[in-house]
């Protein structure tokens, strides 16, 4: 039989064991880390702006914004993205600057112009925000349709 109080046996032990966290922790990094990658690619990826994809479009937004209102609120995320598409890494937006819709690519700016077309004739009204900080740094960001009061 093994002595239990062997040191070299719990060191390799305790050394197996990091070993194996650490594999799983890299599989796990590695499959966020795609699941990124794929959103990031099916965002860029403007939706073909037909009739049926413009009229989902409004009956998802009332969905939200009317979910919203029940709960007291004036104010909702309508969408989230990362900061990847923008030209600047949110750092228009981060400052407010008035010109940040021209930093939008890929999805955010079609979702931008869904904005400016269908929903600004009704009195909403959209801010753009940096909604987490990674490291301190800009990520993702949230559009907020808002329709009370400033």
Do not use: C
Not at 86 to 96: C, S, W
């Amino acid at each position: 039989m093994a002595d239990p109080l062997d040191i070299a046996s719990l060191k390799q032990t305790a050394a197996e064991v990091e070993a194996r966290r650490a594999a799983e922790e890299q599989r796990f990094h590695s499959a966020e880390e795609a699941k990124r990658k794929a959103l990031l690619d099916e965002l860029a990826t403007p939706i073909a702006p037909t009739p049926e994809a413009i009229q989902r479009g409004l009956d998802r937004v009332g969905a939200m914004v009317h979910a919203a209102a029940a709960r007291g609120r004036t104010e909702t995320m309508v969408f989230r993205f990362p900061n990847a598409l923008t030209t600047d890494k949110g750092r228009a937006i981060n400052n407010a600057e008035g010109d940040w819709p021209r930093t939008l690519t890929g999805r955010p700016a079609q979702v931008y112009g869904f904005w400016k077309t269908h929903l600004e004739p009704k009195g909403f009204r959209l801010k753009a925000m940096v909604v987490e900080y990674p490291g301190g740094m800009p990520g993702d960001i949230g559009f907020f349709l808002a329709w009370g009061d400033d």
